[in-house]
């Protein structure tokens, strides 16, 4: 049964940095594209950032280049999400996700956790 837990999520003021982790099972990981996506109240959920299975390559959305850094380790089965100078506009549930065959903007995921809720206020 494939699983993937979002942790560290939480409230936090503007200027403040957070790390989420996502623990997987289930699957082969160390094969898979790792990304994590968020979706603010009332909007669609967007593409965050992407780290290949071998981690060599990571890809962000221009919202969070510079700020936000995506890791993974392969012997953990776990992939996190630095999150730096946080702002209001970051307030969102991030989820991890994990593709097989997926482009850069992350299209193309197969598995998806539910989610962790980061609420960044003034």
């Known amino acids: 049964q494939v699983q993937l837990v979002e942790s560290g999520g939480g409230l936090v003021q503007v200027g403040d940095s957070l790390r989420l982790s996502c623990a997987a099972s289930?699957?082969?990981?160390?094969?898979?594209?790792m990304g994590w996506f968020r979706q603010a109240p009332g909007k669609a959920r967007e593409f965050v950032a992407l780290?290949?299975?071998?981690?060599?390559?990571?890809y962000y959305a221009d919202s969070v280049k510079g700020r936000f850094i995506i890791s993974r380790d392969n012997a953990k089965n776990t992939v996190w999400l630095q999150m730096n100078n946080l702002n209001l506009e970051d307030t969102a549930v991030y989820y991890c996700?994990?593709?097989?065959?997926?482009?850069?903007?992350?299209?193309?995921?197969?598995?998806w956790g539910k989610g962790t809720l980061v609420t960044v206020s003034s």
């Open positions: 289930g699957f082969l990981f160390k094969t898979y594209t």
């Open positions: 780290i290949s299975w071998s981690g060599i390559s990571t």
């Open positions: 996700a994990a593709g097989g065959t997926v482009t850069q903007t992350g299209d193309g995921m197969d598995y």
